[in-house]
């Protein structure tokens, strides 16, 4: 049985591991150097929160995969895939508000970089989802043919 789970993308979400990542640091830096108002801080601060809901959100769906590969050969792919649906929908209304501090942020001359910044980290999120789901994939393919060598595949995904 080949994987065939796909997580629906909405909004172009994605998650990180954390919220330390050099653009979400990036992004807290230039504000601070813009000297920018307290609503536009206010903004980046929601932003930072969000993007620890989307790392809290993305830990929970590796904690799904992985219950649900040890179901494995018969594996409980109804559950599964009602703890990917409402991830799925977490990950959605993320970006959503998201793009609406962006929207924000777009409206003020001094906050349009910051704003390109946000965009640039939910480009990242949308492609991070995707090697997300080609990995748990491999990763199943491993379980599911053991004969072949997927575990080059795997690696070869983590790299990414």
């Known amino acids: 049985m080949s994987c065939s789970i796909r997580i629906k993308i909405g909004y172009d979400c994605c998650c990180l591991r954390s919220s330390r990542c050099k653009l979400v640091e990036y992004v807290r830096k230039f504000a601070s150097f813009l000297k920018a108002s307290e609503s ?48 799925t929908e977490q990950f959605a209304s993320i970006s959503k508000q998201i793009l609406a501090i962006i929207a924000k942020l777009e409206i003020n001359e001094k906050t349009k970089a910051v704003a390109e910044l946000m965009k640039d980290i939910q480009a990242g999120e949308k492609d991070k989802l995707q090697l997300t789901t080609k990995l748990q994939c491999a990763k199943q393919d491993v379980i599911d043919h053991p004969d072949q060598d997927y575990e080059l595949q795997v690696r070869e995904l983590r790299k990414e």
């Open 40 to 87: 536009c801080e206010a903004l980046v601060n929601q932003f930072l929160e969000l993007q620890q809901n989307r790392a809290i959100a993305y830990s929970t769906l590796e904690s799904a995969h992985k219950t649900y590969l040890q179901t494995a050969p018969d594996y409980d792919f109804q559950t599964y895939r009602q703890h990917v649906a409402k991830i």
